[in-house]
């Protein structure tokens, strides 16, 4: 899954977008939840596995709750 994905997916989950923060990474929120995260800006190319656990796992998201959206 790349960057424009998780994004437009998180975005139908209620996240939102709150800033950039450093290099190349924008900070999320997950209002529902009251949890925050940093998402890498990778352009096109696809994040490994064990970074988007993560960034779902800070956003207190299940990753069947992402797969249905």
């Excluded at 529902?32 to 656990?53: C, E, M, Q």
Aim: a positive charge.
């Amino acid at each position: 899954m790349n960057y424009q994905t998780l994004t437009k997916k998180l975005r139908r989950l209620g996240c939102e977008f709150v800033r950039y923060g450093s290099g190349s990474h924008e900070i999320w929120w997950n209002p529902k939840r009251n949890r925050f995260t940093a998402i890498p800006f990778h352009g096109s190319k696809d994040f490994k596995v064990g970074t988007l656990r993560a960034i779902l796992r800070k956003l207190d998201i299940t990753p069947d709750e992402l797969s249905k959206v």
